[in-house]
C-alpha cells in the first residue's frame, strides 16, 4: 500500500487538450511535490505544495499549474498539451516543516498525448 | 542548480555477487543524500538518506552508502545480492534548507540472475 493515491493511472489525450491529475497524500502529510518521470529518465521536480501555496519550481513551463485543498490533496494541471509531456506523473508527500521528512510517492499517472 | 549522475544504467549480476552502484553530485553548498528503489510494479520507495553525522549510513535490506564529500559521491553498496534486489535505483540529492526539492539521476536498472 502505497499511503499516496493518484488518479487516474493512465490517461490518453490529445494534443492541445487539457489535462488534471489528482492526488491524495498519505495520511498524517501536509506537503506535496510533483516529479513528471519521463521513459528511461528519473523524475524531475515540477512544483511542491505546502499550506494551500506553490512552495517550489522546478524548470517547466506555465502551463503547468496546480492547486492543493485544504485537507493537502492536490491537483495537477497541464494546458495545452504537447507530444513531448508524455510521461508518468509522479506524486509525493512529506511533512512540510520537516527538512529530514523523506517522500512518499503514489504509483504515478500514466499520461499519453496522441 | 542541483546534478546528479549515475555511471551505470544497466547491471546484470548473479546471486551472491557484491554491488556498487555509482553516484556523483553537482552542489557547492551542503546537501542531502538520498538513494530510492523501485521494485518491479511498485512505487518509488526510499532506501536510505544521509543529512549529517557519519558519512557510512545503512538502508533497508542490507544496502548502505558512503558519502564521500570530496568526491561529491554516495555510492550505493550491498555485499551480496539476491534475485529480490532486481529493481531500479535513484540517487537523489536535495539542497540543505531546500524544501525537499528532491534532484534525481537517471536510474540504473539493476538485474540479478539466479
Known amino acids: 500500500d502505497a499511503g499516496v493515491t493518484q488518479s487516474p493511472t493512465h490517461l490518453i489525450k490529445t494534443r492541445g487538450q487539457q489535462v488534471t491529475l489528482r492526488c491524495s497524500p498519505k495520511?498524517?502529510?501536509?506537503?506535496v511535490s510533483w516529479y513528471q518521470q519521463a521513459l528511461g529518465q528519473g523524475p524531475q521536480f515540477i512544483f511542491q505544495y505546502y499550506e494551500e501555496e506553490e512552495r517550489q519550481r522546478g524548470n517547466f513551463p506555465d502551463r503547468f499549474s496546480g492547486h492543493q485543498f485544504p485537507n493537502y490533496s492536490s491537483e495537477l494541471n497541464v494546458n495545452a498539451l504537447l507530444l513531448g509531456d508524455s510521461a508518468l506523473y509522479l506524486c509525493a508527500s512529506s511533512l512540510g516543516d520537516r527538512e529530514n521528512s523523506p517522500l512518499h510517492f503514489g504509483n504515478g499517472t500514466r499520461l499519453t498525448v496522441t | 542548480a542541483q546534478s546528479v549522475s549515475q555511471h551505470n544504467h544497466h547491471v546484470i549480476l548473479s546471486e551472491a555477487a557484491s554491488l556498487e552502484l555509482g553516484c556523483n553530485y553537482s552542489y557547492g553548498g551542503t546537501v542531502n543524500l538520498f538513494w530510492y528503489v523501485q521494485y518491479p510494479g511498485q512505487h518509488l520507495q526510499l532506501l536510505l538518506k544521509y543529512f549529517s553525522g557519519d558519512p557510512l549510513v545503512k538502508g533497508i535490506k542490507g544496502f548502505e552508502a558512503e558519502f564521500i564529500k570530496s568526491k561529491f559521491s554516495f555510492n550505493l553498496r550491498k555485499p551480496s545480492v539476491q534475485w529480490s534486489d532486481t529493481a531500479e535505483y535513484f540517487c537523489?540529492?536535495?539542497?540543505?534548507?531546500?524544501?525537499?526539492?528532491?534532484?534525481f539521476g537517471t536510474g540504473t536498472k539493476l538485474q540479478v540472475i539466479p
Open positions: 537523489a540529492v536535495s539542497n540543505s534548507g531546500g524544501y525537499q526539492k528532491v534532484t
Open positions: 495520511s498524517g502529510h501536509d506537503t
